[in-house]
């Protein structure tokens, strides 16, 4: 099992910027893809970028290409997600996720079975 930890939510105004970490410790050897997801209340959880922790390879959800950016550091075991050009709609709790799976780029939460507790995004008009 992975225990994940998400830090770097806040609150920021409309145009700003944010970048989130998520420190793995555990068994990371047994996945091979994290990602992040967010949700707020009375919604599904959504899939935000996906990252192959091997290969690097990533995939984005449609509403955040081009203003985030996920990428892995091996070395410390460590998730990013910087994320640009914020406005109201990104507003949710973000969660950190890792699996070992072969849809990892799919963005769907079931495939992930290693979840962090969240940190919130607030982001103001």
């Known amino acids: 099992q ?20 998520c420190t793995a410790s555990g068994d ?6 994290m990602a992040w997801f967010r949700q707020v209340p009375g919604k599904e959880r959504e899939g935000v970028a996906a990252i192959q922790t091997g290969g690097r390879a990533t995939n984005y959800a449609d509403s955040v290409k081009g203003r985030f950016s996920i990428s892995y550091e091996n070395g410390i075991d460590t998730l990013y997600l910087q994320m640009n050009s914020l406005n109201p709609e990104d507003t949710a709790m973000y969660y950190c996720a890792a699996g070992l799976t072969g849809s990892w780029a799919l963005l769907i939460p ?16």
Do not use: H, K, P
């Open 28 to 33: 990371t050897s047994s996945t091979n893809s």
């Open 2 to 21: 992975v225990q994940l930890v998400e830090s770097g939510g806040g609150s920021v105004q409309a145009g700003g910027s944010l970048r989130l970490s």
């Open 110 to 125: 079931g495939d992930f079975n290693s979840w962090g507790q969240g940190t919130q995004v607030t982001v103001s008009s």
